[in-house]
Structure formats: C-alpha cells, structure tokens
C-alpha cells in the first residue's frame, strides 16, 4: 500500500512521462525538485514492489495496465434507470483498442452530416486503418474524382460508388478516380 506521498510522487510520473521509458534517476530528481537521486532510488523500490514500476533490459516503465480509461463489466441502460453494479473488469487504452500507436492508424476530424443517419457526427473523430482495399458496405475514406469523403463503400455487380448515411446526399460514383484511404475502426465523440 502507497504513502499519500508515493501516490503523488507516481502519478507525476504517469503524467510527466507516460508510457515513455523512464528517465535516469538523476533527470526525474532534477524534474521532481529532489537534492539527490536515492529519493528517487527509495520511491522506485516501492512502486516496483507494488508492480507500478516494471523494470526490462535495465530500463524502468510505467506497467502499461495502468493507463486508459476504466471499464466497467456492468452496462448501463439507455432506457430505464436502474441499479448498476460497480464492477470493474479492466482499463481500456484507444492507443491499445484501435492500435492508435500503428503507424498505418490515423485519427480524422469529421466535418459534415452526410453520415448521421450512422450516428456519425460533425466534431466526431474517426479512426481509420490505412487500406487501399475494402469490402461492401465498409465505411472509408476515399479518395474520388479530387477530394476526401467518409461514406460507406458499396461494390454490386461491378459497379463501385461511395453512400452516404444522410437521404438527403446523393450517392457519390466516381467520374475519373476512386482510392480507398482507409477503413473506420471506430469513432470518438466528445461531449
């Protein structure tokens, strides 16, 4: 069990360095305002007792399971309310999730409301996988006839076009030119 001060001590860690690897002693004390390393060397001992500091090829990390959001196992109704159980199954990571840390992954603002009917949304940030191929009925971003849009991909008897999530958007077929960007593995909203 941590001192209010090992606690404090840890989360500025988390905060100033994340899943970075961990400095020298001699820089976190200098960081931390410390007069010598050993304070930093005794809190360190204490924190990989507990598992909060993991140590590989003489390099010190922050346990990569403390980051993330909490996920609770118990779901919560949309519709009535009702009791909910604390229950907590896991800390979730989108780094993790949507592997955020993939150099072929990419975060892209939506502006529009030609996906709504989707519950896609104009502020929405979609995460997307970089692909040039996708199957019917994937939602993309593509490349067509000059210029980027998401919509769904649909691909029937040969013929390729772009739909949009919105009865008042025509459905886009390309002219000249149809890349495929990459495909949606998730959206973020942000209240």
């Known amino acids: 069990m941590l001192t209010e001060k090992q ?10 360095y994340g899943k970075e690897v961990l400095p020298s002693f001699d820089i976190i004390a200098k960081d931390f305002g410390f007069k010598h390393k050993n304070s930093v060397w005794q809190y360190f001992n204490k924190l990989k007792e507990e598992d909060l ?3 590989k090829n003489n390099r010190f990390y922050i346990n990569k399971e403390l980051f993330g959001a909490v996920l609770f196992s118990s779901s919560v109704k949309a519709g009535f309310a009702s009791v909910a159980d604390d229950y907590i199954e896991k ?3 989108l780094d993790e999730t949507f592997n955020i840390n993939e150099p072929s992954t990419f975060i892209f603002n939506v502006s529009g409301d ?9 502020g929405d940030k979609v995460i997307i996988k970089k692909t040039n191929t996708a199957k ?3 939602i993309v971003v593509a490349y067509i006839d000059g210029g980027y849009t998401l919509k769904t991909y649909r691909n ?4 390729v076009w772009l739909e949009p999530a919105n009865s008042n958007y025509p459905n886009l077929y390309p002219k000249e030119q149809l890349i495929i960007f990459g495909v949606a593995q998730g ?3 942000k209240l």
Request: no cysteine; aromatic share 8%; proline share 0%.
């Open 7 to 16: 606690k404090i001590f840890f989360e500025k860690l988390k905060e100033l």
């Open 53 to 55: 500091i993991q140590e």
């Open 91 to 93: 800390r979730v990571s």
């Open 114 to 122: 030609s996906m709504i009917e989707l519950g896609i949304f104009d």
């Open 136 to 138: 019917n009925g994937d």
């Open 156 to 159: 029937k008897n040969s013929k």
């Open 187 to 189: 959206i973020v909203r």
